[in-house]
């Protein structure tokens, strides 16, 4: 297990505890959370960010909520409001909202039950991912071959992007652990440089190797016959097969079907979202101008000039090669994936 | 005529002077260039990039030498020897050698003979880049509709990468001119920010609207139909049509055929290389690691990863709409686009 943790509850202090991701890799710092308003702020800046991790904060937030109205004296009015605060933080990745309602379902029965709850969920994810990460391997060397392979990946989803293990970085954690990793190309994913910042943190420490490369070389990498496959995590997944993940996936997805390798997505089974039948029902996150009119804190762009910033984009179905969940991998065919995985389950 | 000259000759001085665009936006400053390692240093660091630009550069290049040789009494051999370094500061642009060349011809006429040669060199571009403006802005408005357009760019072709008037930028030029720009997409550019350094900064001058986005959003923003056309620019087009340009173009190309809008490529002929049959066989630069591993001298990755920093890619010819130069509109087929812009002019 890598030796990482992006959301824990830390006991002594009865607090939620996050590894303040904005500051990697200079500085490894983090942040005790007690207050929602300070958990808002926290997935709003991404502090912590990555679908599954968003679930298991979503969750112990409702014990954060529960702590503080106790000491506030809040309403049942006033707490309903502020956990619906947590859930729509942001609206990209189903995780998030669906960590929520699992521990608010379980309120009733107390702060213990709601954290013993989001504990679950922290155990299943990490649980999820490893067995995910065992079938996509699997299908990784069924479908490119039993040797060491060129993996290009967007932006980060290893243990920072999860309870602690990784859904796209965690089939490169399994494919090296069978000694079948020749190279991670890892796309520095601006605005925010998830792949530099914190992909290229997690593989260095576990001696990986690692090319950072900008998001507009990945097409021709892979046109040059660099890469193996693409593995990238997912924010939601649509009942067809259609994909929300970080922006420039889509681009890595053209990329791969251009070079004639295949693009997969890794993802446990929650993000999954049975209520949405296509990518185009998928609400997508628009951030803040100034993370694209900016580099590193520094301007880039002349004062005048708008910036225009989604977090995400959608991969249509048919460019999945699978969808590699805890339950198995599945090639999209526009049939329904989440009824598909039920089936399995 | 936009306002900026991204270089010229000093006849005070004797002296070429080229505006330093790694300093851009936030500085305008210039650099005059009376030594060869001071040229190769700035035509290396980029002080002046773009392909026409560096058709230019060269060109005066070789008064340079010629003054500097002259000043420290060069022999015929030294001389040469400095006029082939100029050729070859870097690899892919064709227009740097072809410029070199030109001037290099007229050499036995003396100083004054290379300067009116490199000043011919610059009217021609200017001349070559408002023909094709004009042109491009036609088909544009043939294909796609004589309305208010969306334009997508990747880098900068504007006057900066020119000897003053601009290739893709100058259709935008046109366009806007005829009233028919209603926003132009500028994506960023990494790893050197060419678009929101440069081509924002060009625009925001002429009050053409513009937004810079990260190169990961151009494929999603085109699918989401905000595109009507990607219009970029080259450093070197093959015979049968293939075009070396920016890394992250090929990109921007797969996106365009995915939203199902066309591609055009703007060069002035010059750029079209009949040496080269395919792209397959046009030397890409590979640039030093740290320009994607930090950020204004600021590391963005852990020290222990590498960097992989190809500075362009290839565009097979399929995925192209059009090539627009001087003479005419070709759409490639495979068949020689040299010989067919040949037969127009």
Known sequence: MPDVRAVHWDEQRSALVLLDQTRLPAEVRHLVVEEISVLLDAIQRLVVRGAPALGVVGAYGVAVAMQQG????????????????????RPTAVNLSWGVARADARRSDGVAAVLAEAHAIAEEDIGANRELSRIGADWVCDRVGHRPLRVLTHCNTGALATAGWGTALGIVRELHARGLIEAVYADE?????????????????EGIPCFVLADGAAASTAQRGLVDVAIVGADRVARNGDTANKIGTLGVALAARHAGIPFVVAAPSTTVDPTVSSGDDIVIEMRPEEEVLTFAGTPVAPGRVRGFNPAFDVTPHDLIAAVVTEHAAVTPTGADVAEILRGIA
Do not use: F, Y
Request: proline fraction near 3%; hydrophobic fraction near 45%.
């Open 70 to 89: 106790a000491r506030e004296g809040w309403t049942a009015a006033r707490m309903s409001d502020e956990i619906a605060r947590i859930a729509s933080a």
């Open 189 to 205: 994913t601006r605005p925010l440089l998830q792949g530099s910042r914190l992909t290229a943190w997690e593989l260095a420490d």
